[in-house]
Structure formats: structure tokens, C-alpha cells
């Protein structure tokens, strides 16, 4: 007791120093500080009501950038027109004939695969009434047939069958193939299509793409699992971002599934997801097995396709996969109740795009005005031409072969007198 009270006047002192260095060190440095006489004060006149929007910046973003029609027609020949786009995986076709169709900003294709191993795209229109040669999302036929007059095509594109027609002079199947899309299949896979009428287009730089997939082994070997398309009401830019569907894959329960990896999912891995400019995303955690990849299909300016592909690199139990399927479909459809309603919170009802953009982060916010940049570019090469520029349309066919072929199928119409009311889709 002695001992603790001669050590009293001690502590004392300490904490007093210790006060007083405190309240200098907490007083900002100011080296070299002018003399009072050198100091120049500038009075700053306050800012009145009316000239507060003076000083602040206008967007460059249009008003109706999630809504307005003329921008999403801006956006099929500026971006989707021009742009390589990654639609699939190699993975997702196993044999000859196999094939997926999709409806990317109103231009419709197939994706197939052929006897050669390879997979091509074509649009999914006949090259002769322009219907569809396929309605199905996907399937597998090494022949895809024009319900209308019988035209089919073979994986190749290739017009195979054309009923009626061999008696026209001069008519030549190998002129009436399909349509094809230049088509691209990376090293780890992934298929890109670029819709440009060109006879040649470059490739898509894939060397970052290839690199996240062989640090999460994917490759063309993985097996595809399953797939659906969702419709949404929101326009596709409205979920560009980076963290708007991390987690959907967060349920409870985790241990009975052997994949239960992935449903911890990525917020505590952010190095197993990646995007793709301008619609693609892709999630994976290497512990799991899995991995999939996340599509959004701009139907129109305030509609969207949200397509998912689930992908694997080992077997998985059917009834796991069920239950995993279920429950990520199941949060998918959630999350994007969530989003449509904020849209239609903000931009139906109140026409504000703004706020919308003004929540995004910096990354989310640079993928807006990459947009943005490139129908600016598109619109001053269109100014300059003085019309509109539509890099995927093809010049119609005008010669008196053709007139001939049509006027052939005018009376084939005529013979069956209902005309287009006796299709069978």
C-alpha cells in the first residue's frame, strides 16, 4: 500500500504530459505559415437558389436511357449488331445436331452443332418466307426444317431439301443456305457471335476470359447440367451489376448437398465471378464443382430474357442437382421481382433513369458509359452518312430467278387455299 501511494504523485505527472502532448499533436502542422500581413481572405458570395443548377453537371445519359425505344434501337445497331457477344458454352452440346436458339435484341439465331464438331450459328430465319426453321429453345436434329414449304437445312447450313423447286431453271441450293453468323469458340469454350454482315470480323479478345477459366477449370470438357430463360419487366441495363445477383445462391441447409460450395457462393470469393461486355457474367467457386453462366437477352426497351446455364467438371448426384436447381431457380425468380419492381418504381412510374444510375458502383458505372460511348460512335457515323446504319441487315434478293421462285410458291399457296392459316408449328 506504501509502495502504490509514493507511486501516485508519479502516475499524476505521466497523465499530464500525456494531456498536454495530445492537445498539440492534435493541432494541424502548418509549415512555413505566411505572416497575418501576407494572408489573402477571399470572400465566397453564397449560392442563391436560382443558380444552384448552374453549377452542376447535365448527364450525358438521355433521359429515358432504361426505357426509351429510340435507345434500344440505337443499341441493335450500335452494340448488338457490331459487338461479339458470348451466348454459350461449348459444353452445352454434346453430339451432332444439338442446338440452342436464342433471341438476342430481336435478331433470332441457332446455335448447332455439326458433324464436324463444330459449332456454327445461323439465324434462325428460312432463307425463303423468312420463318423460323426452329420454335423450340433447344433440341438436337441433324436436319432443321422450314414448317412453311419444307425447306431443311443441315448442320451446316445448307439447304438440303426444297420441295418443289428442283423444276425451277437455274434455282441452286447451295445459294439458298442459311444465313450464318460469324461464330467464335475460345480455348476454354465459350461461344461468341458477332452479327456483322462483313465477310470477316476479328476476333474477340478471350485471353483474360481463358485465363479466369483455367484458374477455375472450366474448359470445353465440363458438362452441361441444365438451363432455363426467365422473362423479366426491366430493361436489360437495369441489372448490369456486378453484385446484383451474388446472392442468389445463398440458402440454408448447405451440408446435404454435395455441392454445397457454390450455395456459399461468391461474396466471400469475388475472384470466382467475371463479366463479359456487354450481357454475360459468369459465377464459379472451384470447390464445388460447379460453375454457371448468367445471359441478359434485351427483348425490347422495358423487357429482358434472363438466361442461366448451371456447368459442371465432375459428376453430380442427380438428386442434389435437382434440389440445387430448384432452390437457385426459386431465389433467381426473387431476385428479379426485386429488380422489376424497383424499375418500375423508378422508371415507369416516375420516368427516372437517373437515380437508378446515380446508385451504381464506379465499376458498374464505367460498363453504363462504355455503352453510352459506343452508340455516341455510332450516331456520328450515321450523322455522317446522313441514315441509318444497320450492320447486320442483308441487301435483299432482286433478280428474275427469285421472282420466278416466288411466284412458284404463290401458286403452291393458292393450291392449298387457306394459306398461312394450315401451318403446323
Not at 451466348?87 to 452443332?113: C, E, M, N, T, W
Not at 439458298?176 to 476479328?202: D, Q, R, W
Not at 457462393?265 to 460447379?290: D, V
Request: one cysteine or more; a neutral charge; aromatic letters at 12%.
Amino acid at each position: 500500500m506504501e509502495s502504490l501511494t509514493s507511486s501516485f504523485p508519479a502516475l499524476v505527472a505521466l497523465l499530464a504530459g500525456v494531456t498536454f502532448l495530445y492537445r498539440v499533436w492534435s493541432r494541424p502542422f502548418v509549415w512555413n505559415h505566411p505572416s497575418p500581413a501576407k494572408i489573402h481572405h477571399e470572400v465566397i458570395p453564397a449560392v442563391t437558389q436560382n443558380e444552384t443548377h448552374a453549377v452542376s453537371k447535365e448527364s450525358d445519359f438521355p433521359e429515358d436511357w432504361l426505357a426509351g425505344k429510340g435507345v434500344f434501337e440505337l443499341e441493335r445497331r450500335a452494340l448488338f449488331s457490331k459487338a461479339w457477344v458470348c451466348l454459350s458454352h461449348r459444353a452445352r452440346f454434346s453430339k451432332a445436331g444439338d442446338y440452342q436458339s436464342i433471341d438476342l435484341a430481336g435478331f433470332p439465331i441457332v446455335l448447332i452443332l455439326g458433324k464436324d464438331s463444330v459449332v456454327r450459328a445461323f439465324h434462325n430465319v428460312c432463307r425463303h418466307r423468312a420463318y423460323p426453321v426452329t420454335k423450340k429453345e433447344c433440341g438436337s436434329s441433324t436436319v432443321l426444317g422450314c414448317r412453311y414449304h419444307g425447306w431443311s437445312y443441315n448442320t451446316y447450313g445448307q439447304l438440303i431439301r426444297a420441295p418443289h423447286f428442283d423444276s425451277v431453271p437455274g434455282f441452286d441450293k447451295a445459294q439458298n443456305g442459311l444465313f450464318a453468323v460469324h461464330t467464335f469458340t475460345s480455348n476454354s469454350g465459350f461461344v461468341f457471335v458477332n452479327f456483322e454482315t462483313n465477310a470477316t470480323a476479328s476476333s474477340p479478345e478471350t485471353e483474360v476470359l481463358d485465363t479466369f477459366a483455367c484458374r477455375n477449370r472450366i474448359s470445353p470438357q465440363s458438362s452441361w447440367v441444365s438451363g432455363q430463360t426467365l422473362e423479366a419487366r426491366f430493361n436489360w441495363k437495369t441489372a448490369l451489376r456486378s453484385k446484383q445477383f451474388q446472392d442468389v445462391t445463398e440458402f440454408e441447409d448447405q451440408k446435404a448437398s454435395p455441392i454445397g460450395a457454390l450455395l456459399s457462393y461468391l461474396q466471400r470469393k469475388p475472384e470466382g465471378s467475371s463479366f463479359f461486355f456487354p450481357i454475360t457474367s459468369l459465377f464459379t467457386t472451384p470447390s464445388s464443382g460447379c460453375w454457371f453462366s448468367l445471359s441478359l437477352l434485351p427483348l425490347s426497351e422495358q423487357k429482358t430474357s434472363v438466361r442461366y446455364d448451371l456447368y459442371s467438371y465432375k459428376k453430380l448426384e442427380d438428386e442434389a442437382t435437382k434440389a440445387l436447381l430448384a432452390k437457385f431457380t426459386f431465389a433467381l425468380k426473387e431476385k428479379i421481382a426485386e429488380i422489376e419492381a424497383e424499375y418500375d418504381s423508378y422508371v415507369i412510374q416516375k420516368g427516372d433513369s437517373m437515380s437508378l444510375l446515380s446508385k451504381l458502383d464506379p465499376e458498374d458505372a464505367e460498363t453504363q458509359q462504355r455503352i453510352l460511348n459506343l452508340l455516341k460512335e455510332h450516331k456520328q457515323l450515321e450523322k455522317a452518312r446522313g441514315t441509318e446504319v444497320f450492320p447486320a441487315t442483308r441487301e435483299p434478293r432482286t433478280n428474275a430467278k427469285y421472282e420466278q421462285a416466288e411466284q412458284l410458291c404463290r401458286e403452291l399457296d393458292c393450291q392449298n387455299g387457306t394459306g398461312q392459316k394450315n401451318l403446323s408449328w
